[in-house]
């Protein structure tokens, strides 16, 4: 089971980023379960979804307390919330900010983890250019495809045009598809930086 | 069709599915999203013919579904919590009436303090109404168990009331297999009332009984119950035969014939239980989990056989009654009349506490070593209490509870953080 927990603040699609992926891992013939953590939605709160995604029947309902991904939609809550609660060494780390990951002022917090999986994307700049509204939920939900290779692009590209339709939906899909880009070749960059 | 959606969503198509002639509803969380998508679907007249009526307040829903059902109308309506309670006088009414009502129960705590969160408080305070009460394990069988509700309800006239753990179930995004109209449709036969009001034919419905008839009038609803209890593992496995699904039924059992711990439980803490069962069996424990899914009529004979070769029962609920102890324990141990098995209840899960797979191991473990108290609360903060009762103890004015606890936690978990 691949469990994902994703952080945000009200208003800006926390849990509707976490039933796209689980419609995207649906559409793959995955099982997959999406829940938001329930509490009164109040736009700028903080705010937790959670998407569970395996190849069996998914019968737990509890909150998902060790995540194997964390994707961070709003980075002013680095220093407010605890969000990487449970994330296990060999975690993926997915922050919405233009900064790179050392920038963040973590200190020795990550020294544990794998930093090829520690990763920062620019989806609200990519928001702002592809949809011209600064939503992130659809290019971060790229960043992670390109990320942990847990979902593909194309499903996706598939849920995010079932969410969103017509012209929102295509300028979502390219938010996704520029974000996964990015991603891609940042970790690129990273694998290179450690073989040299 | 199988599709990735909202448990909401997948009720409130089924329901659709079942042809309800009338709707009437007050929002209230966590239930509005279902009832949001069947008015939407009789405003674009998908769902015809049909009456969507927007009422004043649950009272008036609960009044109004009575009405259209004494004109032999199919009456749905939802509400959860607050909502239940402020029906409460027309639940008893609908009941009383012997009226098929159908309603969604999102289970959620009741106030004061106000909460919106998942417990089965509301459930709990309507358990001697009269109703039929369904608890739904996941959203399939959420969904599965409305066309069973309706079939059951018109065919005993007893109105029926679906239970479902409210935001767990009611907003979780999971693959849930839709029934086809054709199968509802062959499945349950238009509604053919037992009393109607009928200006061709008149009668009256709801007069005054006095004490020369109104036992007989209450034992009678009794025994449409019992005959409840014969129907529902029919209506199931009929249900079973045409989809192949596991839906309904008064018990189900989990990996029990040779477990030495049963756990009973209700609603969707089940699917996290049986997780946590099979982890505890690969580690060499006898355990196993009995699911009540018909509360009312309860299943005492089901229940006690189930439950005969254990020598400990763990009853997990996610209510109590305050200064007594667990509601379905008291019908658990009334059913099992055994002094040889220990019975123990453990209150979880209350005003939308986590019920994590850690805690429920602890609880499995405790109950292998005989060592859970009579009544556990799972996870409960001994201290804060503590520190609340050394408050009160200090001082007459101490304020009210509920702030003072709220004050406490951010205390604490600031000064952890430091």
Known sequence: MFQVRIHGRGGQGVVTAAEILSVAAFDEGRHAQAFPSFGSERTGAPVVSFCRIDDREIRTHEPVMEPDAVIIQDVTLIHQVDLFSGLSPDGYVLINTSRGFSELGFGNFFNEYRSERLMTCPATDIALEQIGRPFPNAALLGGFAALTGEITLAAIDKAVREHFVGSVGERNAAAAATAFDYVTSKAGEVARASTN | ?418
Request: aromatic content about 6%; proline content about 4%.
């Open chain 2, 1 to 418: 069709m199988l599709r990735q959606i909202e448990g909401s969503r997948a009720i409130a198509e089924t329901v659709a599915l079942c042809r309800p002639e009338v709707v009437c509803a007050y929002p209230i969380s966590p239930q509005t999203h279902i009832i949001e998508a069947v008015g939407a679907m009789v405003k674009a007249g998908t769902l015809a013919p049909c009456e969507f009526i927007n009422v004043e307040s649950e009272f008036a829903a609960m009044s109004v579904a009575i009405g259209a059902s004494a004109t032999g109308a199919r009456a749905y309506t939802a509400t959860a919590s607050q909502g239940l309670l402020f029906m409460m006088e027309a639940v008893y009414n609908a009941a009383g009436l012997g009226l098929p009502i159908v309603m969604t129960l999102a289970n959620r705590a009741i106030g004061a303090p106000i909460n919106i969160w998942n417990d089965h408080s509301d459930a709990m305070a309507v358990r001697d109404s009269g109703w039929i009460q369904l608890f739904a394990e996941s959203n399939q069988e959420a969904a599965d168990l409305h066309v069973q509700a309706f079939l059951l309800a018109e065919e005993l006239s007893v109105p029926v009331m679906v239970c479902v753990d409210g935001f767990i179930l009611t907003h979780a995004v999971e693959g849930i297999d839709l029934l086809e109209q054709s199968f509802v449709d062959s499945f349950l036969p238009p509604y053919e009332p037992r009393q109607v009001l009928d200006t061709k034919a008149p009668v009256s419905i709801g007069a005054m009984v006095g004490p020369e008839a109104f036992e007989e009038v209450r034992y009678l609803a009794h025994l449409r119950q019992l005959d409840a209890l014969e129907r529902i593992p029919e209506i199931a496995q009929e249900f079973f035969e045409a989809t192949g699904r596991e839906s309904g039924g008064l018990v189900r059992p989990y990996r029990i014939e040779d477990a030495e711990v049963i756990v009973v439980a209700m609603g969707s803490v089940l699917g996290t239980l049986k997780d946590t069962v099979d982890e505890r069996r690969n580690a060499g424990e006898l355990v196993g989990v009995l699911g009540v899914t018909s509360f009312r009529p309860f299943p005492s004979e089901a229940v006690r056989n189930a439950l005969a070769n254990a020598s400990q029962v763990v009853v997990l609920e996610k209510a109590f009654s305050i200064g007594a102890g667990g509601v379905l324990s008291t019908d658990i141990a009334i059913a099992m009349h055994r002094d040889e098995t220990i019975l123990r209840t453990v209150v979880a899960g209350l005003g939308g506490r986590a019920i994590t797979r850690r805690s429920l191991e602890k609880v499995l473990e405790d109950a292998s070593h005989n060592q859970l108290a009579p009544l556990t609360f799972l996870d409960l903060d001994h201290e804060a209490v503590d520190r609340e009762r050394a408050r009160m103890q200090a001082t007459r004015r101490s304020g009210p509870s509920a702030e003072n606890l709220l004050r406490d936690r951010n205390t604490v978990s600031q000064g952890a953080k430091e």
